[in-house]
Structure formats: C-alpha cells, structure tokens
T-cell receptor
Framework: SQQGEEDPQALSIQEGENATMNCSYKTSINNLQWYRQNSGRGLVHLILIRSNEREKHSGRLRVTLDTSKKSSSLLITASRAADTASYFCATGLQYNFNKFYFGSGTKLNVKP | ETGVTQSPTHLIKTRGQQVTLRCSSQSGHNTVSWYQQALGQGPQFIFQYYREEENGRGNFPPRFSGLQFPNYSSELNVNALELDDSALYLC?????????????FGSGTQLSVL
C-alpha cells in the first residue's frame, strides 16, 4: 500500500482561486516534499518541510505538516492556468531515508 | 531544466526482450534513484545507487538491475520484459547530505511492452 496518499484525486478551479490539496502518510518521517509533474514528464521539486517544522512558504505555495495526524497540505494561492499539473507528496522515512514514497497525486486543472 | 537527461525518450519492446535505459545525472550529484510510474499512478521506488553501489531497493524483482558509473551516469536494465513493465521510467539524481535530499528528475523514458 502507498505510504502517502493525496486528496482529492482531481481538482478543477478558476484562475485566481486558491487550490488546496492534502497528503496523508502512515509511518514516521524525516521530511515531506511536494513535487509537480506536467503531462507525465519529469517531476519538479517544489518544497520540502522537515518533521520538526509546522509550516513553510515559498512564493505562492504554503505547506503545513501535522505529524500527530500524519498529514500535510499544499496551498497554491492565486492560481494560474500554468499551475495545471499533477502534484505529488513524497515522504522521506525516519529510518530509511534512502527511499522516497510518492502518493498517487492530485490532478489540478486551472481554467483560464 | 534539472540537468538530468534520460535516453531514449520512448521505446517499444516485445514481451521477453531485454531493455537498457540510461541516465546522466546533474553535475556534482553522487546519488541516483530510479522510479517506475504507471499511468495514473505515482512514482514507485525501484532502487538507488550511491557511489556506484546499490543503496536501497524497492519491491521489484531481480530482473530489474542497475549500474552507476564513476562519472555518476547510470543504467537501468530490465530482463524478460512483461506487459506490466509498460510505464514511464524516471531517473532522479541528488546529493547525499544527511536526511533531507531533494530529487532532481529527468524527463523519463516511456517504455511500451507489446
């Protein structure tokens, strides 16, 4: 079974609106990362949050982490059509940090 | 651009054949990981190489094997191809620095097994 799972599976919003996607995981982690993938090509790293951090910002991105609930959320503010992509969370495990486990992703469609 | 290049971009093989996929890591990166991504799914960890040695493996059979060369380029070999091996294969390079590595992905090789 997947270590991380994103929710919702698909999200469709209008340009200018905010997009929120969630990630749940199962075991203790060192960090959690969010990646973006356009049209089934390579993934691009967006942001990393460590297990001892609760919130992190990068430009229009805001990530929160709740280790007690084993969950994270990614907020994209003032979305643009160019944000249309699939978004994945990846967990780096506490005792096996060589591997990263990806969820199935949230497919975001931002309509112009 | 991540500086990670993969070749070929697309490949068609038949069941039972063998395939070799190649990856050139970003300059200065000493670690390479390979992932398999089936359609509509997230990437699944195959294995990782660090300084030319396998350093972690996911739930994949031994017919999936790899190499990392002194210049940190890498190969993924798959023997006895099966239909379910059809997927996007992603290479990711990184710098080993404690427990907070960021992965830099190539654009992938789309493998179709007929």
């Amino acid at each position: 079974s997947q270590q991380g799972e994103e929710d919702p599976q698909a999200l469709s919003i209008q340009e200018g609106e905010n997009a929120t996607m969630n990630c749940s995981y199962k075991t203790s982690i060192n960090n959690l990362q969010w990646y973006r993938q356009n049209s089934g090509r390579g993934l691009v790293h967006l942001i990393l949050i460590r297990s001892n951090e609760r919130e992190k910002h990068s430009g229009r991105l805001r990530v929160t982490l709740d280790t007690s609930k084993k969950s994270s959320s990614l907020l994209i503010t003032a979305s643009r059509a160019a944000d249309t992509a699939s978004y994945f969370c990846a967990t780096g495990l506490q005792y096996n940090f060589n591997k990263f486990y990806f969820g199935s992703g949230t497919k975001l469609n931002v309509k112009p | 651009e991540t500086g990670v290049t993969q070749s070929p971009t697309h490949l068609i093989k038949t069941r039972g054949q063998q395939v070799t996929l190649r990856c050139s890591s970003q300059s200065g990166h000493n670690t390479v990981s390979w992932y398999q991504q089936a359609l509509g799914q997230g990437p699944q960890f195959i294995f990782q190489y660090y300084r030319e040695e396998e350093n972690g493996r996911g739930n994949f059979p031994p017919r999936f094997s790899g190499l990392q060369f002194p210049n940190y380029s890498s190969e993924l070999n798959v023997n006895a191809l099966e239909l379910d091996d059809s997927a996007l294969y992603l290479c990711a390079s990184s710098v080993r620095q404690g427990t907070n590595e960021k992965l830099f992905f190539g654009s992938g090789t789309q493998l179709s097994v007929l």
